[in-house]
């Protein structure tokens, strides 16, 4: 492979990568040849990837033969995406959620989202480490860390830098440019909050614009796959690949009418001139000087391209604590369906089985405990017990929620810093977010969970549910107004010019 390819791939976006491919300069397999160098020299440093398609240079051929006697499929044809591991593939891979207990688990069949990557042409390059149980295990358990994949670093600064939400491996592997992009899944902050972290594009979509089929789950009110990617168009590309109605999840048949099969249109970064854009400054208190200091140039950003912005507003209906019961109520009874269905090889079938499989292999499955995973189990509740208490919970989110500061101060999108704690109204909900590089803080301090605040950090729009494509045309108009996306120095890293990316795992 050339040095001149290995070089050209850093950065390249899928359309760059369609059109080299279009006028016969690449092919997919070299494509796919170049990630997969770049995994085997940069992933020991990282930990990011699961594991490798074994399969994918010969599919990449096979795109490839395609491509010269029928034509091009669309925009993912020969495009390497990498998948998180909780998504189920039919193919070589395994599907563990990060879990040992399941780190032979071959899926019977593909999730719904695999089976549009591959008909859209794309090649399902791998599977991403995460957090495991897509950190619904335990509440010590650190951002990145898995019995099966090990801890996930941010190739900004392995072993100093904060990697964010469940999707880390699939935020860190991007960043890292091993792969075009990959799909990750939010149940709260879990595309978002990684993709900040990685000056990503994060984007989580409305519940249900993108089904859940074959992706092992937390919450059905609240999972959804998603994109991440280095830029907002390759975002939209690849979400427009993953809508579509699927019998086996009713929310997709719900929202059939508010899918498009094409969201490159909304491409648009016009709209920021006429756009009026809350900020819910309860969700900035927090910050230290450093991430603050990168909000106010965002905010300074959207005014001088010509948004008006309402500062602040108030997101009033997010102040009672977070309703964990039902979450676990739906985590239980998700991951039991789930695990009943999984090869009998598979040494558990449901989530006491998983418990007591920790226990018996504490040593190498139980280094942070599995206390949330003991707490779903113990949830005793009927079918309307817990419809009674989500309607609650449901109700007491609407209730001058999102929609409420929206309407009333006629918003297009609030703005909104991109770590958790302002996640959680549009999670509630089921709302879409996007998260934008907005910069890299040089200064930071250690924040109440023990995790450093330097690093790179991102902006997220947040707004109704279906609103994609209006926090599209957002996020596209802030991004090419700013562009601070720019790659982590992992040559510098490799060389030991950066502290050693093991460090958190051995101490």
Not at 89 to 94: E, I, K, L
Not at 196 to 216: D, E
Not at 315 to 339: R, S, T
Request: aromatic share 6%; proline share 5%; charged share 20%.
């Amino acid at each position: 492979m050339s040095i001149h390819l290995q070089e050209w791939i850093i950065e390249a976006d899928i359309s760059r990568l369609q059109h080299a491919m279009e006028a016969g300069l690449i092919s997919s397999e070299d494509i796919v040849q170049v990630y997969l160098d770049r995994i085997a020299k940069y992933d020991s440093l990282i930990h990011a990837i699961a594991e490798i398609n074994p399969d994918a240079l010969h599919i990449a051929r096979a795109l490839d033969k395609e491509r010269k006697e029928k034509g091009s499929r669309g925009s993912l044809h020969g495009i390497p995406i990498l998948l998180k591991d909780n998504i189920d593939t039919h193919d070589n891979m395994r599907t563990s959620a990060g879990s040992v207990a399941l780190a032979e688990s071959f899926a019977a069949r593909d999730s719904f989202v695999a089976a549009k990557l591959r008909s859209a042409g794309a090649v399902l390059l791998g599977k991403t480490n995460m957090t495991e149980w897509s950190n619904f295990m335990s509440g010590s358990m650190p951002a990145g860390f898995s019995s099966r994949g090990g801890l996930v670093l941010n190739p900004y600064g392995p072993g100093e830098l904060f990697v964010s939400g469940s999707s880390s491996g699939s935020a860190a592997a991007v960043a890292a440019n091993l792969a075009a992009a990959a799909i990750g899944t939010e149940t709260a902050g879990s595309i978002v909050g990684p993709a900040s972290q990685h000056l990503l594009v994060g984007l989580k979509p409305t519940v249900g614009l993108v089904s859940r089929t074959g992706i092992i789950p937390i919450s059905i009110s609240q999972d959804t796959p998603g994109p991440i990617a280095r830029t907002v168009s390759d975002a939209a590309i690849l979400l427009a690949a993953l809508t579509g109605p699927d019998g086996e999840d009713p929310a997709t048949t719900e929202c059939r009418s508010r899918s498009f099969t094409d969201y490159t249109p909304f491409l648009d970064g016009a709209l920021l001139k006429h756009a009026r854009i809350g900020i819910p400054r309860q969700y900035y208190t927090h910050l230290d000087q450093g991430r603050l200091a990168i909000m106010e140039a965002a905010i300074a950003t959207l005014r001088e391209e010509g948004a008006t912005l309402i500062d602040p507003v108030s997101i009033q209906a997010e102040q009672p604590d977070w309703n964990n019961e039902v979450i676990c109520y739906e985590f239980k009874k998700g991951l039991n369906h789930y695990l009943s269905q999984v090869a009998d090889s598979v040494p558990v079938h449901s989530l006491r089985e998983l418990i007591e499989y920790n226990k018996q292999h504490s040593d190498i499955a139980l280094r942070y405990g599995q206390d949330t995973l003991i707490r779903s189990e113990e949830i005793e509740w009927t079918e309307e017990t817990y419809l009674e208490k989500k309607q609650a919970y449901r109700e007491g989110a609407l209730r001058q929620g999102i929609d409420y500061v929206l309407d009333t101060s006629r918003l297009d999108a609030l703005l909104l810093p991109g770590d958790v704690d302002g996640l959680y109204p549009a999670a509630r909900l089921g709302y879409p977010l996007i998260s934008v590089p907005a910069g890299y803080s040089k200064q930071g301090v250690v924040d109440a969970d023990g995790d450093p605040t330097q690093g790179p950090f991102g902006v997220v729009f947040s707004g109704k549910a279906f609103s994609e494509p209006t926090l599209i045309q957002l996020a596209y108009g802030f991004e090419q107004a700013t562009r601070h996306r720019f790659p982590p120095r992992l040559d510098e890293v490799s060389s030991g010019m950066v502290k050693s990316p093991r460090q958190q795992i051995e101490t």
